[in-house]
């Protein structure tokens, strides 16, 4: 049978040396007896999936709101995939997967329902109450909001998860370093900004096509199209232009992660990295992508913005979303009652504003629209 302290040890004699080792963790706010056969690592991840705000997640939109249909990505699946592809990086740079699988799981925890519009309404709306992000906030929400056990607050999971999630920046995400050793993330941390954007090129794009609102013929033009084309020549022999399309949409996964792999160890050599110190010391992010390949993503980056996110039923869904959170939020302000007790409790403690952003931060797309109904329809149930 094997304990925690042979995971523990497995970890220190087969880790790379600048992987970060469950260990050493820098601990929990609240201390607690060590697991018998699961390492700290573990435990968060476990902690992470068992916790409202990851069932929550299935019902939260990623690009396309749910009730769109049922084979659109969600918040969850995204999640899901992006935990995946993190994994596989992690493994083959022999970081640690444990860790790397729970920051995954953990990353979009904070997220708002209706995606990326949910939130931009409500940093405007917390503009002068202290703000909204969601990094921030699913740090809150791990931290204090979530409250299983009786003894705390929170899910008491360890300083490096928390630490990745503050610190967790693409090009949609702004970190917040307040409260952390200053300098770079775990590179498992690292790993999963990388794989948050990984995902999201790739199955946005699976999703338009899907939905129907580009063709195959929109894509010809891209370079990364025509690099996966050549790199998979002969998995795409016999196929229609469509399926050809279609199967190389999701060959950029693998492309786009081998690239990764062979381009960060690359990095991490050169850097001269042996500890994880030094990782946190390190100019800039360790974990990439080639310069031959950098530029090709960001084209196809731009070329989502500018077809998908942009695109007219995108723009309705975003116009609504921001309808519905604004005037939810405006309810409450205009008459606080209308929280529930546990919310309106929170309201007296903490400020009414923050109390009405963590309420509705924490609500699926679809509870968010009944509760516009409950709060504006005169004939809906309440």
Do not use: W
Not at 5 to 19: H, W
Not at 258 to 285: F, K, M, N, W, Y
């Amino acid at each position: 049978m094997l304990t925690r302290r042979d995971y523990e040890a497995r970890e220190l004699r087969e880790l790379a040396p600048y992987a970060a080792k469950s260990a050493e963790t820098r601990g929990r706010a609240h201390p607690e007896p060590e697991h018998g056969y699961r390492t700290a690592y573990q435990r968060d991840r476990d902690r992470v999936v068992h916790s409202t705000a990851f069932r929550r997640l299935e019902y939260k939109t990623q690009v396309f709101l749910t009730h769109e249909g049922d084979f659109f990505r969600t918040r969850l699946t995204h999640t899901l995939e992006v935990a995946q592809i993190a994994r596989t990086l992690a493994r083959a740079l022999n970081l640690n997967e444990d860790l790397t699988e729970a920051v995954a799981l953990a990353h979009d925890l904070g997220h708002t329902p209706f995606g990326h519009s949910g939130e931009e309404a409500l940093a405007e709306l917390m503009r002068d109450h202290g703000g909204f992000e969601h990094n921030r906030h699913g740090v809150r929400i791990i931290d204090y909001l979530e409250r299983p056990y009786p003894q705390f607050r929170g899910l008491n999971l360890t300083y490096e998860i928390r630490e990745c999630m503050a610190k967790h920046a693409t090009r949609f995400d702004r970190p917040d370093m307040a409260g952390f050793l200053p300098g770079q993330p775990p590179l498992e941390g690292q790993v999963v900004e990388l794989a948050d954007s990984i995902a999201y090129d790739s199955h946005d794009l699976d999703d338009a096509l899907a939905m129907g609102i580009m063709t195959a013929g929109d894509l010809a033009n891209l370079a990364i199209f025509h690099q996966a084309a050549a790199d998979f020549a002969a998995s795409l022999a016999d196929l229609t232009d469509d399926q050809r399309i279609r199967r190389i949409a999701r060959l950029l996964i693998d492309l786009m992660a081998g690239d990764a792999i062979a381009t960060s160890h690359r990095a991490i050599q050169e850097a001269g990295v042996r500890s994880l110190a030094d990782v946190r010391a390190a100019p800039g992010r360790l974990i990439g992508m080639s310069a031959g390949l950098a530029p090709k993503v960001a084209e196809l980056a731009t070329f989502l913005s500018g077809r998908v996110y942009r695109h007219y039923r995108v723009a309705r869904i975003t116009t609504k979303a921001r309808r519905f959170i604004t005037q939810i939020f405006a309810a409450y302000e205009a008459n606080p009652d209308q929280l529930p007790p546990e919310h309106r409790a929170r309201a007296d403690e903490e400020g009414l504003h923050r109390a009405i952003c963590d309420y509705i931060a924490g609500m699926t797309d679809r509870y968010a629209q009944d509760e516009y109904q409950r709060l504006y329809e005169p004939f809906e149930r309440v």
